[in-house]
């Protein structure tokens, strides 16, 4: 448990290599960790992460494509509509869960309306920017975003925690040219 409180505190603060970052732990012990020991903590995480989501699709038996990044996406309802592009203006209806122990739902289209954002330039994370130009007008689907693709860190100070893996169930109503 407490190298979960040390990443994200670590991640804050940059250093140089070989310089040591001196952290206090709820006990107040002294811990130095190295640059290449927070890198290699990184790794370790991600590593994880990318595991947890490998055996959440196995079983639910989704067929899913990894992007280059990590980010997952399972089309299980293909539409007829055009595919979606860099710098299409989409609306989207979704829901956002978390992948935890209850799959929490965090947001919805129904409680929250239709979201419509410009592909690779509005303010929503950078994972749904890269999932959606595999998308059609159409088409149903499940994208699963690590937290480095998702809100990362801090997470969105709201209902999605630090470092949280999230789910998108997402239904591409529109797309065209800006």
């Known amino acids: 448990m ?14 140089t290599p070989k310089q ?4 206090f732990d709820k006990l107040d012990e002294e811990l130095s960790i190295t640059k290449e020991e927070s890198i290699e903590m990184h790794r370790m995480w991600v590593k994880d992460e990318s595991y947890k989501i490998d055996r959440y699709i196995e ?4 067929n899913a494509i990894s992007t280059e990044s990590g980010v997952r ?4 309802e293909q539409g ?6 860099k710098d299409m203006l989409i609306t989207v209806e979704f829901e956002v869960r978390l992948i935890d122990s209850d799959t929490t739902l965090c947001y919805t289209s129904d409680k929250n309306g239709e979201h419509t954002f410009l592909v690779g330039m509005d303010n929503v994370e950078s994972g749904l920017h890269e999932a959606v130009k595999y998308l059609h007008v159409g088409d149903r689907a499940y994208i699963i975003l690590p937290h480095f693709a998702a809100h990362g ?10 470092l949280s893996t999230v789910l998108y169930d997402i239904y ?4 065209k040219n800006k």
């Open 73 to 76: 996406y399972y089309v299980y």
């Open 20 to 23: 040591e970052v001196v952290i």
């Open 153 to 162: 860190l801090l997470g969105d100070m709201n209902k999605i925690p630090p």
């Open 59 to 62: 079983r639910h038996n989704w």
């Open 2 to 15: 407490r190298i979960l409180f040390i990443i994200p505190i670590f991640f804050m603060f940059g250093c």
């Open 80 to 85: 007829s509509g055009i595919s979606v592009e």
């Open 172 to 175: 591409v109503v529109d797309a």
